[in-house]
């Protein structure tokens, strides 16, 4: 990370925290309020299936405010259908954060297959304002955009969705209430113990 960090100062970048979550119609538990001696019950409808798959891009730099940018992809279990995000998603991801942010950005990413495949690296060495960093293996406490889904999770917590269109509409739009709040990136990146700012060379 120390690596990114001096990349992204020099070439005045941001750095931009990729990770991919997923959500069924089976939601998150969480505590809730009821009656003294009431259980409380969430009733989910047993009809259909689904699952919506999030792609989120948390782009940081010092001196301004988080941005989070994402994808979604709606599973309805139809025969023929995408089971998960191509480097095509990512590409169009990546492009459109460079043009929102208008700046190069540095990737941080983990070691997915579709993030480390030929096509992939083919279109990371095209663009010239995007440099890529893979993160070590199973170290999830270093991407600040975990936070983003345990945000997420909390804010649909024992939701009651009818039917896999109901549940993408809430996902995105808890996704944009978060969008809303860019202090919260900060948040987000402190809970891993990590700053933006690059460690000076030891003398």
């Known amino acids: 990370m120390a690596v990114g960090k001096r990349s992204a100062a020099a070439q ?24 003294r001696g009431h259980t409380p019950v969430v009733t989910v409808t047993g009809k259909g ?30 025969k023929g259908e995408p089971s998960s995000f191509t480097e095509a998603d990512y590409i169009a ?30 279109f990371i060495n095209g663009r010239d304002w995007l440099t890529a960093i893979r993160l070590p293996a199973y170290a ?17 917590a024992n939701l009651t969705a009818h039917g896999v269109d109901h549940l993408a509409r809430t996902v995105k739009r ?10 919260l990136a900060a948040g987000f990146l402190a809970q ?7 460690e000076l060379p030891r003398t």
Not at 50 to 74: E, P, W
């Open 49 to 78: 299936s689904g699952r919506v798959s999030i792609a989120g891009l948390l782009c940081l730099k010092a001196g301004h405010r988080g941005r989070l940018m994402f994808r979604t992809l709606t599973h309805r279990g139809r």
């Open 93 to 122: 991801l990546l492009d459109t954060a460079h043009q929102r942010l208008d700046a190069p950005i540095v990737l941080v990413w983990d070691n997915l297959n579709t993030h480390v495949s030929k096509a992939m690296r083919d």
């Open 140 to 156: 999830p406490d270093l991407n600040p955009t975990e936070g983003v889904w345990s945000n997420l999770k909390r804010g649909i």
């Open 174 to 183: 808890r996704l944009r209430q978060i969008q809303n709040q860019p202090d």
């Open 12 to 35: 005045r970048a941001w750095i931009c925290f990729e990770d991919e979550a997923g959500q069924t119609l089976r939601p998150p538990k969480a505590r809730t309020w009821a009656r």
């Open 192 to 198: 891993t113990g990590m700053t933006l700012e690059p």
